[in-house]
């Protein structure tokens, strides 16, 4: 067998392989042996069929078994003696077979692990953007926080709003008959959180209490209850009670119903503060790692097999699939599936891979790897950031295998602070008015691509 190995763009392998003819001529003949010691024809007894009548009943089939055996004994021989490292299936083209006593000739392309060096890694120079944390990034939390602790209390008099808690009875009717599933009493609904069918909330408002109201319905065409799906039901709205939110302000008695450590409003605004500066510390470290990676990357080309790429994409896309579980959303409604959402992932993929693998790289040339010390230390560090027990920080990474993971973030860390080490580091603030025009930049960049 004659074999020659070409490089190929991605990190792909192509073998050309030749093949004697002999030795698609010798695996047909012990083929061709075993099925002749079994087969059976009519006019004789098995195994006692003349050559050519086997050659004719079985002659074809032996010949396709024969040449599949010679190729892929031929593409796993060639990798093994060329000591080449498979990822993946290889793929087989370009298959010559002309007759028996011509060789047999194909090519296999094989996805290898990237061979490559990451030379230019420091020396460059890097801005450092941390976002100022300024009084309305502040209120809006604080606004948020008093929104969630909103309670509904009874309007006297009035009609009812969008944002209103409506109390109210109804019932539905299709076609003049109560149906008992569209029907209920002293039912709270929020109007304006389209938790009913499209068209019910919209309908309640300018109600009053003791109104009583007939509105029409129709069912989406997809809903679950076949027999409703598409289909124009009657409501009879009775409204018993009007509610609206009513906040609370921010006091101590407040501060202290978000946590027992906020002894006054001025505490809490405080820690408020404090969350949103190291939120802020914690953008600026990834977003200047991003760009370390991207400009080390791009100094430092190499290419990776599709195989991981794909791969990635993958993992990527069940990420997201699980997300749209998790809000008991099904993707199938926005025509997205696994192997889109894949394609999707791809360039984000291929980026996340050649990060992973240049940070490697760079722990290899310069010895960083955490030890079991420096896993403690951050594991010390991360609970008293949480408020927690070391021992009991520790137990919770243990339970749920996030110690593999845990210290995966430690080594990566140690690789940053390598690197802005030995690299020039700018640092700029930046004002929430220009974060909300880069947001919006990159948001119209998204949407034109």
């Given at each position: 067998m004659k074999v020659t190995v070409a490089d190929k763009e991605k990190s792909q392998k192509e073998l050309s392989v030749?093949?004697?003819?002999q030795v698609f001529k010798d695996t047909f003949e012990n083929e061709f042996n075993k099925v002749a010691k079994t087969v059976k024809v009519a006019g004789f007894r098995e195994g006692k069929a003349p050559k050519d009548v086997v050659m004719k009943e079985k002659g074809h089939a032996i010949r396709v078994y024969a040449l599949e055996h010679v190729i892929n004994e031929g593409v796993k021989n060639a990798i093994e003696e060329n000591g080449i490292r498979a990822m993946?299936?290889?793929?087989?083209?370009?298959?010559?077979?002309?007759?028996?006593?011509?060789?047999?000739?194909?090519?296999?392309?094989?996805?290898?692990?990237?061979?490559?060096?990451?030379?230019?890694?420091?020396?460059?120079?890097?801005?450092?953007?941390?976002?100022?944390v300024e009084k309305e990034d502040i209120d809006t939390v604080v606004e948020n926080l008093l929104k969630r602790q909103a309670q509904f209390e009874?309007?006297?008099?009035?009609?009812?709003?969008?944002?209103?808690?409506?109390?109210?009875?109804?019932?539905?009717k299709l076609n003049g008959e109560v149906i008992p599933s569209a029907c209920a009493k002293a039912y709270s609904l929020e109007i304006g959180s389209n938790t009913f069918i499209?068209?019910?909330?919209?309908?309640?408002?300018?109600?009053?209490?003791?109104?009583?109201?007939?509105?029409?319905?129709?069912?989406?065409?997809?809903?679950?209850?076949?027999?409703?799906?598409?289909?124009?039901?009657?409501?009879?709205?009775?409204?018993?009670?009007?509610?609206?939110?009513?906040?609370?302000?921010?006091?101590?008695a407040f501060a202290k119903s978000i946590g027992e450590k906020y002894e006054t409003a001025e505490a809490l605004l405080k820690a408020i503060e404090e969350d949103l500066n190291a939120e802020a510390a914690d953008l600026s470290k990834d977003a200047l790692y991003n760009t370390m990676l991207d400009k080390i990357i791009s100094e430092n080309p190499f290419e990776i097999p599709a195989v991981m790429v794909?791969?990635?994409?993958?993992?990527?896309?069940?990420?997201?699939?699980?997300?749209?579980?998790?809000?008991?959303?099904n993707p199938e409604q926005f025509g997205l599936n696994k192997k889109k959402l894949a394609e999707q992932h791809m360039e984000t993929a291929e980026k996340q891979i050649k990060s992973a693998l240049v940070i490697n790289k760079i722990s290899e040339k310069n010895n960083i790897n955490p030890t079991d010390e420096d896993v403690d230390k951050a594991i010390a560090e991360y609970a008293e950031k949480f408020e927690r027990s070391v021992d009991d920080f520790k137990k919770e990474l243990e339970q749920y295998g996030g110690i593999a993971s845990f210290r995966n973030t430690v080594?990566?860390?140690?690789?940053?602070d390598y690197l802005t080490a030995n690299n020039k580091i700018a640092e700029k603030v930046i004002s929430k008015a220009e974060r909300d025009a880069k947001i919006a930049e990159a948001s119209k960049a998204a949407k034109e691509a």
């Open positions: 030749e093949i004697p003819a993946g299936q290889p793929e087989v083209k370009d298959v010559k077979f002309e007759d028996d006593d011509s060789p047999i000739t194909f090519k296999v392309y094989v996805d290898v692990f990237p061979v490559f060096d990451v030379v230019s890694y420091t020396g460059f120079e890097f801005t450092k953007e941390i976002n100022s009874t309007v006297e008099g009035g009609e009812v709003v969008n944002g209103n808690m409506a109390v109210i009875d109804f019932e539905g499209p068209g019910f909330e919209e309908q309640i408002v300018g109600m009053k209490v003791g109104d009583v109201k007939d509105i029409t319905v129709t069912f989406p065409s997809e809903y679950h209850e076949k027999s409703l799906a598409g289909q124009p039901v009657v409501f009879t709205i009775t409204l018993h009670e009007i509610k609206a939110k009513k906040a609370p302000v921010l006091d101590d794909v791969e990635q994409a993958e993992k990527l896309a069940e990420q997201t699939l699980r997300q749209y579980s998790m809000y008991g959303m080594f990566t860390n140690m690789v940053y």
